[in-house]
């Protein structure tokens, strides 16, 4: 039930998109108003040398990270719709949960300035979310219990929206998959 809660929010999302983007332009905001909305956001200060530089090593671990967050979760969609195989689930979660293993050992070991500490710290724990949830999610392969799905489920939203805070600092205007 919670993962046909995501395939149908999934669905909303993509058709809410496709629908903005197949709107004539007539219907679009003009671009001078567009312009002075974006002017009025406040934008952050820019990212000092040391900011930059641990800015563009994290981003190394981030891109590989989207990629696999996204896996996860189409890996219990994918068990949920095609079939409930919890062998083929296991095998796809396996890398995954190796994958957040190494990448929070990686993140806790660079070298942040004194500034983003706090977001490396969030990043770490993004990691380790998606890590227990990959491992709550093996866990169920064995056992059966449902209730590790909807576990995972949890701590996989909690990460995603820990590492999209860190990416407004690091990379604002960053492209969001999730």
Do not use: C
């Amino acid at each position: 039930m919670l993962l046909a809660g995501v395939v149908a929010s999934l669905a909303a999302t993509g058709g809410a998109v496709w629908l903005r983007e197949m709107r004539p332009p007539s219907m679009m905001q003009p671009v001078a108003q567009t312009i002075s909305t974006r002017d009025e956001k406040p934008q952050p200060p820019p990212l000092t040398a040391d900011e930059e530089r641990f800015a563009t090593t994290l981003w190394a671990v981030h891109r590989e990270a989207t990629r696999s967050a996204v896996a996860l979760s189409f890996a219990g969609i994918a068990y949920q719709t095609e079939g409930r195989d919890a062998h083929a689930l296991a095998q796809r979660i396996e890398p995954l949960a190796k994958f957040f293993h190494d990448a929070e050992t990686q993140v806790r070991a660079m070298g942040a300035p004194p500034s983003l500490t706090a977001s490396q710290g969030q990043y770490v724990d993004a990691m380790a979310l998606y890590a227990n949830a990959a491992s709550e999610m093996l866990k169920f392969t064995g056992d059966g219990d449902r209730q590790r799905l909807n576990l995972a489920h949890e701590m996989d939203v909690r990460a995603s929206e820990d590492m999209l805070r860190v990416g407004e600092i690091l990379w604002p205007g960053q492209y969001k998959p999730h």
